[in-house]
Each structure stands twice: as C-alpha cells, then as structure tokens.
C-alpha cells in the first residue's frame, strides 16, 4: 500500500515553462488537494477536489490548473512558471468526513521545485 | 481565509521538559488537526478535536479544542529529542473540506 505519492521530487524550471507534479493514491479517497508550503508561511491550500470531475479553488490557485479524471490521479500544472512558485508542493487525500477523525488527510513526501 | 495563529513559532526545549503550543483564531472551526511534519516529509496526522471541551491524549501529547471551537493547544510531558519537529494546526471551517493551516511551531529538543 504505497498512500500518497508524488513525483517528481525534485524540478528546477526556466521561468515561462511549464510542467505538470503528479500525485496517485491508492486508498479509494474521493477528497484530494494540493498544498504549497514556503517559510514562514505554513501549508497553503491551492486547489482542492471532492470527487473525480469536481475540483475548486483554494487560497492560492493563480498560477495553477487542475483536473481530476480518475479517483487515484490530481495533477497539478505550471501553466508559466515564475519565481514565486518556488516552493514544496504537498498533495494529501482523505476519505472524508469522519465523526471523531475530521478530514484525517494523508501526505505525499512533497515535490521540491526551483523556478530560477 | 480563516486565519489560525500559532504561538510560539520557535522553542528549544530540554530533555524532559514541559511545554505547550497554542493556536488561535476568531473562527469558529467544526475540527481542528494537529500535524507533526519532520524535514524533507509531509505533515503526519496526530490528532482531530471536533468537540468544544474536548481533551484528547496520544501518550505524552494532550490536545484540547477550545470550549468555543476557536482555539486549541497541544502539551507535551517530558519531551523527548524524538518529538523534535514542525508543529501544526489546522482548521476545517464551514465550507467543508478545505483545511487552512497555522504557520507552525518548530520544536527542538535537546539531550
């Protein structure tokens, strides 16, 4: 049972191109998201899905598209990479509402990504 | 966005010694997380608090969930160097799903 993986683990961009991170999980969760943490700053929620075909907005969506096609796979594409999207991207996935467990939310190991 | 503030950012703690993270908000938040994050991985999942009041205990770490559901804090008895680590809160608020995190405390214990 592998959880949450995400690849790559580490990218170094040109500003102006474009990439797609990965992120599978192998738990049947319908809610999956990604996160940007920078220093000082916490995690940021940049878009979030309840269920394939269904995805929203976080905090810090500009900048970043997602789509969800299957219930194992939310990629997240760079459409023009700039400096300020250097950061460790998070994918996490959840079952949903549990009664005494919340949103109990599992992380991918991150993908580190470098836009010089 | 509903903001959660984390307090303190830093401690340096000895072996054995006691402490306690706060975390704060003017929202109300119907479940709060509390995640431990070690360098170069993701947050892992300590504990969720739901209940206004609510104490929750994991070995030496107690959580509690503010009577109003705004706050909540985490105590560590005798830390250990292995609870060396970045602390944080989250809170699901009223649209659901989405999480909006604390900036987390970065705890160091030493021997």
């Known amino acids: 049972n592998a959880g949450v993986t995400q690849t790559p683990k580490f990218q170094v961009l040109k500003t102006g191109q474009s990439m797609t991170l990965q992120c599978a999980q192998d738990?049947?969760?319908?809610?999956m998201s990604w996160y940007r943490q920078d220093p000082g700053m916490g995690l940021r929620l940049i878009h979030y899905s309840v269920g394939a075909g269904i995805t929203d907005q976080g905090e810090v969506p500009n900048g970043y598209n997602v789509s969800r096609s299957t219930t194992e796979d939310f990629p997240l594409r760079l459409l023009s990479a700039a400096p300020s999207q250097t950061s460790v991207y998070f994918c996490?996935?959840?079952?949903?509402?549990?009664?005494?467990?919340?949103?109990?939310?599992?992380f991918g190991p991150g993908t580190r990504l470098t836009v010089t | 966005t509903q903001l959660l503030e984390q307090s303190p950012q830093f401690l340096s703690i000895q072996e054995g010694e006691n402490l306690t993270v706060y975390c704060n908000s003017s929202s109300v938040f119907s479940s709060l997380q509390w995640y431990r994050q070690e360098p170069g991985e993701g947050p892992v999942l300590l504990v969720t608090?739901?209940?206004?009041?609510e104490v929750k205990k994991l070995k030496r770490l107690t959580f509690q969930f503010g009577d109003a559901r705004k706050d909540s804090s985490l105590h560590i008895t005798a830390a250990q160097p292995g609870d060396t680590g970045l602390y944080l809160c989250?809170?699901?608020?009223?649209?659901?799903?989405?999480?909006?995190f604390g900036k987390g405390t970065s705890l160091l214990v030493t021997p």
């Open positions: 738990m049947n969760h319908e809610y």
């Open positions: 996490a996935s959840s079952n949903g509402w549990d009664l005494t467990l919340g949103y109990e939310q599992y």
């Open positions: 989250a809170g699901a608020g009223s649209s659901g799903y989405a999480l909006n």
């Open positions: 608090v739901v209940t206004g009041g």
